[in-house]
């Protein structure tokens, strides 16, 4: 004989209710959002003591992780960027540092981190360009060379474009050259020479050294 009876409205609301308090616990466990404070630094303490025992990468995913559930901390990106750093993995620096002045501008730590990797990235690229067999002679060719690949694979003319903002260099006014003062010896010499005899205005009869009484 069979007993089976069909649930009633009820007991397909519970079961139904049941089954989606038990889905949104599973998606709770996935995701377990942003941390309190006293679990955000244990978490940031296991990925430090991870780094310590000289597990890198580990530290790094750990960290990764700790971001992604604390999408507007910036604690985990700087120690990443560090990390990357120290490791000399410069294009990841930049992009963790960037992640973190993006949630904090005023990080130093980031800042020098992007800066740094960026002018080392930047002269990376130079000395493999500087290797080149085509970038051979002096000074002056190397850079007008060098130059003229960048423009090339840029697809620039100007390298660095004058800001709008910035004022015409005004034409410089020619001056004259100012007179040279005569040196003191030249004006001692002028002192004691006699002064010239003034022209007689009349005959010849004036008395040539009248000037000298």
Known sequence: MNDYKPLSGIHRTLVLLVGSAALLAGCATSNPGPQRDESFNQSMSEAEAAL????????????????????????????????????????????????ALQRDSADRKAKSVLAVSGLRVARRSLQELRADSALAGDVRSDAQLLARMLRDTLGEQVLFPRDKGDAQPAKPVPRRRPTAKPTAAAQSTQSAAPSAPAAPSGGGSADPFGALR
Not at 58 to 64: K, M
Not at 72 to 94: D, K, L, M, N, V
């Open 52 to 99: 310590t025992s000289g597990q890198r990468d580990q530290a790094v995913s750990l960290f990764e992780q700790i971001a992604k559930n604390n999408p507007t901390r910036e604690e985990p990106w700087s120690r990443i960027a560090q990390i990357q750093f120290g490791a000399e993995r410069y294009p990841q620096a930049i992009v963790a540092a960037e992640e």
